[in-house]
């Protein structure tokens, strides 16, 4: 940490602004942490005025001075130049210059990077990457995304777009993804698509949770979408980490609390597509649960 200034972040979902200060020394003890609905339904200029409302909310309840800097996670990917959004689930976000409108609302600069981004820095500084040198931070649930940390600095990469891997092609693929392209890891092996695998194949429709309780229970059909997640992931990954080749995965996300994930078969079916005779990555679960996008955000101040 470079500073003992107190940290600012705000966390922006689809649903909910979480703000958060964090005290550098301590950073999973924060200072204070709040949160308003997004009600995104209203339209970028009132997702705006919430920001500001919950940093307004922070300075009051925590007396302290107004920050100079605040750090914000979003949905969809930064476009680095411009600092607008594009490719977010919050549409009304998409094309609109974010970061330059909030840095003028709440006087001070604004340091922003998306959701997966903050969710890797902060595994990497304060969670389950703690001194990892190269830190790939996924997010498979809903949708399939991803962040990059090396040496504890977040890279955005040249369109803004490093760590997303979850519209890369798969083998043999070719379901049509809602992004346009055909085949994409997100169409196969993120949460609704392992549920719409196995509702198509004869079973039930249910949520993931249930298909992972049914497969305990010998349910061979919630087997084999087990194993379709297991084969896939491994593909996919091996991919990136033929690239990347990161010390560190942390997997965030619904579909990443799966176990299989992290099991020897596992890392078998990644050696069997990694241009290596061995895997020693280490692949394990996050530490900081719901918090890591909210202290990610205000990380990427320190
Ligand atoms: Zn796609």
Redesign the pocket.
Known sequence: MISNSPLWGIDLGGTKVEGVIMDPQNPTSPIHRLRRDTEASRGYEHIVSQIVAVIQDLESSSGLPHPSTIGIGTPGVVEPITGSLKNSNTTCLNGRPLRDDLSLALKCDVVMANDANCFALAEALCGAARNAEVVLGLILGTGVGGGIVINGQVLNGHHGIAGEW??NPLCGESRL?????KG?V??VIAGPSLERFYHENGGQKVRLPEIVSRSTAGDLLANQTLELLRSKFAEAIAAVMNILDPDVIVIGGGVGNISLLYDEATREAILRHLFNSEMTTRIIPPQLGDSAGVFGAALLTA
């Open positions: 979850g519209h993804c809602y992004c346009g392209r994409c997100e169409s």
